[in-house]
Nanobody, 124 residues
Framework: QVQLVESGGGLAQPGGSLRLSCEAS????????MGWFRQAPGKEREFVAA????????YYTDSVKGRFAISRDNAKNTVYLQMNGLSPEDTAVYYC?????????????????WGQGTQVTVSS
């Protein structure tokens, strides 16, 4: 049974940093593309970043380019999202997701497994 567990969320000040982690179990992690999505109150879930199985392809939504970095450690079954230069607009619940399929990593429809989410709040 595939499980994804996010951690690392919390309160950060504008301009601050947080590092999210998502540990996977019940799967051969290196066979899965991984993504991070977020959902702010009253808004649709949106794509943030994704990384291919071996980390060779990485994708970001425009609003986080240059500030966020996705990475993975297949030996630890973990994908990370390093978030720097945080702004109040980054406040949301952040979800990691896993897909066994190939396709448009930006689309939530590609992903078959989702974590429970971790809250990120950026406020002074």
């Amino acid at each position: 049974q595939v499980q994804l567990v996010e951690s690392g969320g919390g309160l950060a000040q504008p301009g601050g940093s947080l590092r999210l982690s998502c540990e996977a179990s019940g799967m051969t992690f290196s066979n899965f593309g991984m993504g991070w999505f977020r959902q702010a109150p009253g808004k649709e879930r949106e794509f943030v970043a994704a990384i291919s199985r071996n980390g060779g392809r990485i994708y970001y939504t425009d609003s986080v380019k240059g500030r966020f970095a996705i990475s993975r450690d297949n030996a630890k079954n973990t994908v990370y999202l390093q978030m720097n230069g945080l702004s109040p607009e980054d406040t949301a619940v952040y979800y990691c997701a896993a897909t066994f399929r190939f396709g448009d990593y930006v689309s939530p429809n590609l992903y078959d497994w989702w974590g429970q989410g971790t809250q990120v709040t950026v406020s002074s």
